[in-house]
């Protein structure tokens, strides 16, 4: 079976959860018998066996990225000829894969890794390109012969967002992590040169800066930890140079007022990561939108306990009193998210942060506790498996 994997991210150029999960789903699906897994991703030219890559137009240079975007999809769509399936990921590809599932009479699987209902705030980037994709994601959703959410809180999204879709064409196959990539790894001396004391108690956070992450709530909740904690910002690629000032603003005030904050703005290779969390007290998800979290798994798999939002499909990876711990929260229903008491929130998170970092027995024992989670119920075999699964059952 013939499997095009259509995504904007594929390594090298990979910076969000998507992009980890095409990778890995791809090198899973590739050791299957019977498999033969091509991948068509944006950017540039991979050496890669089975992997096109395709630049956008030229004739596209200056346009608002939404159509740059639908630019590189059309270019993919004639090269899916004599796939028996295309499987797309997020909306940027998702045109590319609705097109092709027309053109050549097959069958098209989308994968919900996030909404563009549900990410209001994009209009900070997009403009009227946010429209675009709303548009995009809509149509291929619509006339998708299957849909993967990696949540069972992303399915309620699913069907929420487009109560027209079919819920029995929406299935639940969670996201994964690789335990052998991720994994505790003890590296002090790398530590340090990333500028963190691994003597000291650190919560770290990992991500993009942008509004669905929540980085300037955590920084705000961070004020209130013990003077001796380090604060360890691994955030990068800010959607927007409002939410970049805002976020530097709340850095800045932190670090006038105690010691041990390190922020590393850009994306570090993948060892660096594992050191930092290995070497932490407990990883920070303070996401206000979060359809799985694959960076929860990522900490998990490094024996990191976790203190992460109660929203999204977060709980169905973190469980609250074994592997750390959740933080309630209220939020708008208007697809936003925001908290509807943002101070209150802050001060749970703020609240549970200090009861990690001061009993680090108990963080340690969340953190072993994780890595057996991920270990049992999130390896990629198996999801790989149950992916090939819903395939056969489309063709």
Not at 46 to 74: F, H, K, Q
Not at 82 to 94: C, M
Not at 172 to 194: F, M
Request: charged share 20%; net charge negative; hydrophobic share 45%.
């Amino acid at each position: 079976m013939r499997i095009d994997v259509l995504s904007k991210e594929y390594p090298p150029e990979v910076y969000g959860g998507a992009g980890v999960h095409v990778a890995e789903l791809v090198r899973a699906l590739r050791v299957l018998p019977d498999v033969d897994a091509r991948v068509r991703c944006f950017g540039a030219p991979r050496s890669e066996p089975g992997t096109t890559a395709y630049a956008e137009p030229d004739s596209l240079a200056g346009a608002n990225p939404a159509i740059r975007t639908l630019g590189v999809d059309l270019a993919m769509v004639d090269d899916c000829d004599g796939a028996d399936l295309v499987h797309s990921h997020t909306w940027y590809a998702n045109m590319a894969g609705h097109l092709a599932g027309l053109m050549h009479g097959i069958p098209h699987v989308v994968s919900a890794h996030s909404l563009e209902p549900m990410r209001p705030w994009k209009a900070e980037q997009l403009g009227g390109g946010y429209a675009l994709s709303s548009w995009a994601e809509r149509t291929a959703y619509e006339g998708a012969a299957g849909i993967v959410a990696v949540s069972a809180a992303m399915r309620d999204d699913v069907l929420r967002s487009y109560p027209s879709v079919d819920p029995a064409r929406v299935h639940v196959v969670h996201n994964g992590i690789d335990t052998t990539e991720w994994a505790p790894v003890a590296d002090p001396d790398r530590v340090r040169a990333l500028g963190v004391d691994p003597d000291r108690p650190s919560v770290i956070f990992v991500g993009r800066i942008t509004r669905q992450k929540g980085l300037p709530l955590f920084l705000r909740a961070a004020a209130a930890l013990p003077p001796h904690v380090q604060l360890v910002l691994c955030a990068g690629a800010p959607d927007t140079p409002e939410i970049e000032a805002e976020v530097r603003g709340l850095v800045d005030d932190l670090a006038a007022s105690r010691s041990g904050v390190v922020w590393i703005a850009e994306m570090l290779p993948r060892p660096d990561v594992v050191a930092l969390l290995t070497a932490a007290t407990v990883f920070a998800c303070p996401s206000i939108y979060e359809p799985l979290g694959i960076v929860n798994l990522e900490a998990m798999a490094c024996e990191t306990a976790v203190v992460a939002t109660a929203t999204g499909g977060i709980p169905e990876v973190v469980v609250d009193g074994e592997t750390g711990w959740l933080v309630p929260i209220e939020q708008a229903t208007d697809g936003t998210g925001t908290p509807l008491d943002p101070e209150r929130y802050v001060a749970d998170l703020a609240a549970a942060l200090t009861d990690a970092v001061s009993d680090p027995g108990r963080a340690r024992a969340y953190g072993a506790a994780g890595r057996r989670r991920a270990e049992e119920s999130f390896s990629w075999g198996s999801i790989a498996a149950r992916t090939l699964d819903l395939y056969r059952s489309l063709t």
